[in-house]
């Protein structure tokens, strides 16, 4: 996962920005290279199947949270699809880091990795 500070965020290209309220099956998403979705605030989970919905359709570009983000839920945001985020500006990019490596892998499967572990082939 990909952090963005708030400042690159800011001045980088505009992507594709999803409302909490919009159908994630509904949107076009050829030719987008990247999509934000955000968290007005940590309670508000929407984005997260925004996120998986994406992924499932087939979008292969950035999904980037934003908003209210907290390094708690970055596990569950890479399990669910997003491949960036913005952290709000009172959290630490580099312990979320180390949160991110505390699993080398999940055994159901997920956005990312469909497959459950037990279905994978023993190399």
Known sequence: MQFISSIEHSTAAAGLALANDVDAHTVSIEGVQRIDLHFPKFTDGRAFSQAFVLRRRGFEGDIRAHGDVLIDQLVQMQ?????????????????????LSHYASFYQGDAVHPQPHFAKEVA
């Open 79 to 99: 399990r669910s699809g997003f491949s960036s985020v913005v952290l709000r500006d009172d959290q630490n990019a580099e312990h979320g880091k180390k949160l």
